[in-house]
C-alpha cells in the first residue's frame, strides 16, 4: 500500500488525528500537575506570585512532554489499529490482499516525518522555553548570589565575596587542564552594594585552585592611587571545578542545530561532553525510534479480531511493553552518559532491540 494511495492517506490520516488527540490530553494532565506543583512551591515568597507559576509550569511544559513523547506515539498508534481492528476495516484490507507491511508503511512514513518534524522545528522552541525555566528556578531557588556563564566570549562569574561586597570576574578563554582550570585575560572588578567599583585587577593568566585563584602578572587599579603591580596574587572564591561545569547550560536547553557548535566548544576547552554528545544523538536517531514503536504497538493492536484477550491484553500488554521499553531506554543512556558505554552503542541499542523484537513478533504473526 503506497503512501499516496486512498487507503494510506486513510490511515495515516487516522493516526495524525489520535496523536493530537492523545497528545493535547496528555499534555493538559501534565500541564495541571505542573500548575499546582509550581503554585505550591510559590505560595511561601511573596516576590513571586500566580504569573510566575504560570510562566514555570508552561517553560516546564515542553521538558516533561519530551519524556513522554515516544508514548504519545505509542497509544496513538494502539488506538488507531484497535479502531481499524473494531470496525473490521483492517480485515477488509488483509482481504484485498493488503499484507502487514504494506499496511504499516505509510504509518511508519509518517511518524518518520512526525519525529523529524519535532527535532528540527518544535525541539529550538523546546529547548528555548527550558532555557527559560531554568532561569526562572534559579530566581526562585538560588540565594547566594552567583551566578556564572561560559560561552564563546569567555567566562562571567558574579560572587559575593564579603558583606556588601560583589566580585565580577570575565576571562578571555579557559582551558581545563590536569593540574586544574587555565584561565587567561583575566579581568575582576569589585562593587559595593550600590554598584559602585571598588577597585579592579588585571591579570594576564590565573589558575583555579582550593578555594582561591592563583593570579600571574596582576595590575592592581584603584581610584586616585598608583598602578599596584605584583608577580602573583591570591583572589579567594568559593567556588571550584564542579561547580563551574555545573553552570553550564543543560543539555535539554540546547536546541537540536546548536548542539553539535556547543559540543566542539566544550570539547575544545577540555571538558567532558559525554551528556551533550548523547543528548544530540539520541534527538537525531529518535525518529527511527518512534517508527519501532509504532511497530511495538502493531504487536498488540494490529489484530483482525481481539479473540486473544481482546482489550485487556491490548491495555496490559501495551503498559507492559510501553514501560519496559522507556526503563531500558534510560539506563542505556545512563550509561551512555557516565562513560559505562560508548555513545553510539548506548544510542542505538535501544532502538534496535525493541525494533528487532517488533519485527520478529510481526513476521510471525504474518506468517499465522
Known sequence: MKPTSILGRYVSRQLIVNFLAVLFMILGVIFLFEM????????????FGLLFALQMAIARLPKTAEQVFPFVMMIAAMVTFWRLGK????????AAGVSVWNFLMPVCIVTLLV????ITAINPIAAGLYDMYETLERRLDTKDPKAMVYSEQGLWIREAIDEGKIMVLQ???IQHEKDGLLLRGVGIIELDNK?????????????????????????????????EKLGEMNYKTVLDLDKIEDSFAEPEAISFWSLPKVISFYDKSGFAVQRHQMRFWSLFISPMFLVMMVLLAAVFALRPSHRRGGVLFLIVGGIVAGFSTYFMSQLVYAMGVSGSLPVALAVVAPTIITGSIAISVLMQLEGE
Not at 499546582?36 to 516576590?47: A, D, F, H, K, L
Not at 470496525?87 to 488483509?94: A, I, K, L, N
Not at 519525529?115 to 519535532?118: A, D, E, F
Open 87 to 94: 470496525t473490521s476495516e483492517y480485515v477488509v484490507m488483509r
Open 115 to 118: 519525529g523529524i518534524i519535532n
Open 171 to 173: 576571562a578571555k578563554k
Open 195 to 227: 554598584a559602585q567599583p571598588l577597585r579592579y585587577i588585571d591579570a594576564f593568566a590565573g589558575v583555579l585552585g582550593e578555594g582561591f585563584f592563583s593570579l600571574k602578572d596582576v595590575k592592581i587599579y584603584r581610584s586616585g592611587n598608583p598602578i
Open 36 to 47: 499546582v506543583e509550581r503554585i505550591r512551591r510559590v505560595s511561601g515568597s511573596p516576590e
